[in-house]
C-alpha cells in the first residue's frame, strides 16, 4: 500500500511537461529537472504516473479542492460550515451565474482533467509496453475517472457537452449541451467497456486503484440517481438537458446494483460503537472504493481529524452537525425521540439511550473524546468560546465523530483515514429504494432491515409511503457525512423543504439561582438557530458559471437563472 500512495502523491511533484520550443540553440534543451511531452508518452511507467494523477480528479472532502475544509453535507441539513468557503450564498439562496460560491471552479477543473483523459487515450496506443495488459488495465482506470467526472457535472448542471477530442488553440470553442440522457448514456457505454478493463481483485498494496467494483458501483449510483423523481419529464426543470425519459429505468438501476450486490464484499459485523466507528478507519469487507492516504504527504487542509476536531483539541470545528441530523437520530429502542418513551430531554439525559451510530458519529456536549470529557458549556468550558481559540469553538454545539481516529493528534500527526466512495451499505440502500419504487415493498424492508440489523436496531415493518420515509431516514443516518445527503434531497426533490429550514444546534451554558453564568452552576441548554437558510427551485441545479457563456455563446445557461 506504501510504495502506492508514494507514487500517486509524489507525482504532481514529478511530472511538468515542457511544451515549448525555442529556436536559440541554447535554450533548445530538455529540462533536468522535470519530464517532456515525449517522455511521458515513449516510458510506460511515467504513463502510469500521469494516469495516477489524474486520480486526483476524484473529490477529497469538499467540492472545492483549494480548501477541502467543507464536506458537501454543508450544504445540506446536515452540517452548518462555521466559516464561509462559499457556502453562504449557496444556503441562503442567492448562488449565481456569476458568484458560484463553492462551485466557482468545478466546471473548469472538471474539464482540465477530462482534457488530460483525452489526451491520454490520444497517445496512449502509440505508447510501447512488453505486455498490452497494463495499457488495457490503464485505459479501464481513466475510463472510470472521465465517468466519474461527468456523473458528477451532469447532477451539478444538467446535461453538459461530451467532450472526447482534445482542442488546441486553433479549434472552435462553440460547444453546446449535451442532453441529460445523452450524458448518462455514454457514461454507462464508458463504464460498461471500462469494467472488462481492470481487475476484480488487487493486492493490499494496491489499495485505492480503480477496480471492477467501483466500475460497477459508479454505473449503479448514475442509474438511481437518473430514475429519480429530479430528472423526470414530468417536474420542473424539465426538457434535454434535465429529462431521463426510459420505461424500464428503475429496473436497469435494480440490475445494475445487483451486479455489485452478488460480489464478494460483505458488511462489516460490530457490536458496539466503538467498533462501528474504527469500521470506517481503514479498508475492510465493506468497503468497494477508496483513496488512501500517507500521513507524510496528506496536502494541508485535507487533514480532515484535524479540521473538524473541537477548538479545544486545536482543531477548527468547521463541519458542525446540525440539531436537525441529531434529533433524527432514533433511541435505541428503534423509535424516535418523538415516539420513545425512553426518551429524556433534560439536560443531563438528552443524549442517553440513542442508537449506536449516533455514539460513532457526533462529539457531543459531556461525551468522551480523545481523553477527556468534552465541554461546548459556557462560562469557561474548554470546547466553548470560552476555550483555546474560542472562534473556532462550535456553532451548533456538536462536532463530526464519523472517520475520526482519536489515537492521533491531529495537530501534530495527518491522519490515513481513507475517503470512501463507494462501500456495501450505500449499495444495499439504494437498491432498497429501487425495489421500493419497483412494488417489491418486501425486498426494500429486508435490504434496509439488513443495515439495521448491523447495528442492532429492530425491524421495519412499513409499507407506503411510511416505508419509503424509513428508506430515506436509514440513508441519511448510515451514510452521513459522506457525501450522499447533498445529492438525495435534490434527486427527492425535497430539498424546497428541507433546505429552506434553518439549520439549529444547541447552546449550553452553567448558570446559577440566580440564572447568572457560573461554571459550577447548573447544567442548561436552548434549542438556537445557527443559520437562516432558503432554497429555490431553480438551484436544484447550479448555474453555469457565466465566464463560460462568454466563452461559447452555444452553451444555454440553466433553468432560472440570467
Known sequence: MKSYIYRLILISSIITFSITSCEDQVLDKDPLDSFSENDVWNDIELVKLYVWNNY?????????????????????????????????????????????????????????????????????DAVEVADES??????????????????????LFGGVPIIVDVFHLEDNFQVQRNSYQECVDWIIKELDEAKNMVPEVIPSDEFGRVTKGAVLALKARVLLYAASKLYDPATIPNGPLYDYNKDNKWQEAAVAHEEVINMDYELVEINDAKEYQEMLLQNNSEIIFAKPFHPQFLPWGRNYDYVNSPNGYAGWSANCPTQNLVDAFEMEDGLSIEESPLYDSSANSIYDKREIRFYANIVYNGSHYRGREVEFFIPGGLDSPDGREGWNATKTGYTIRKQMNESINPGMVNPTTPKIYFRLAEIYLSYAEIQYHLGNEAIAREFVNKIRDRVHLPF??????????????ERRIELCFEDHRFWDVRRWMIAEEILSENAKGIQWKKVNAQGELDYNGELTYTIINSQDRNFLTRMYHIPIPRAEIEKSSALEQNWGYQ
Request: proline share 3%.
Open 460 to 473: 421495519i415493518n412499513s409499507s407506503g409511503e411510511e416505508l419509503l420515509n424509513d428508506i430515506r431516514h
Open 56 to 124: 486526483n480528479a476524484l473529490r477529497y472532502w469538499s467540492f472545492d479542492e483549494n480548501t477541502s475544509i467543507d464536506l458537501p453535507a454543508a450544504y445540506a441539513d446536515d452540517v452548518f460550515l462555521i466559516f464561509n468557503y462559499g457556502s453562504y450564498p449557496v444556503n441562503t439562496g442567492v448562488i449565481s451565474p456569476d458568484d458560484m460560491a463553492v462551485f466557482t471552479r468545478k466546471w473548469t477543473s472538471a474539464y482540465n482533467y477530462i482534457r488530460n483523459i483525452n489526451i491520454f487515450f490520444d497517445r496512449i
Open 134 to 155: 497494463e495499457k488495457l488495465r490503464l485505459k479501464g482506470e481513466m475510463k472510470f475517472i472521465r465517468a466519474w467526472l461527468y456523473d458528477e457535472l451532469i447532477h
